[in-house]
């Protein structure tokens, strides 16, 4: 559960931690999507920023004193100021313990970048807490 009241679920393994253990969260632009789904948050799009093929969308999401960025197609719609629904798949969240290390990922047989007892790496520019 986030400071902010809302559950997030996870892919992860659990067993160094304890109920209650500080983490942070890294979610990939790539793994916000629109639409219902397990991890739902609210999101007010601040910032649209059309690539061409890609649109990046820059969000509040409530009670997060982080922004959310999520890669949508290049004819994405949705306009600044605009309250829309997102999730990320719980395969696709990444948790770090409080001195940075990666709970191993409970799913590692569909990821690519995954090797046995080994975490994984991530950009701490994409993390979000």
């Not at 990444?94 to 709970?103: E, K, M, S």
């Amino acid at each position: 559960m986030t400071d902010s009241g809302f559950k997030l679920v996870a892919e992860v393994d659990s067993a160094r931690s304890r109920p209650g253990d500080a983490v942070t969260v890294g979610i990939r632009p790539e793994s916000v999507r629109e639409g219902p789904g397990v991890n739902i948050m609210v999101g007010t799009v601040e910032v649209t920023e059309h690539l061409g093929e890609v649109t990046y969308l820059y969000m509040a999401v409530a009670g997060t004193p982080e922004t959310f960025v999520m890669k949508a197609e290049g004819t994405a719609a949705p306009r600044e100021g605009q309250t829309i629904q997102i999730d990320v798949r719980s395969s696709d969240l990444h948790v770090f313990d409080a001195q940075g290390a990666a709970l191993l990922r409970t799913n590692v047989e569909t990821r690519s970048d995954a090797l046995p007892g080994r975490p994984l790496s991530a950009d701490p520019g994409e993390l979000v807490s």
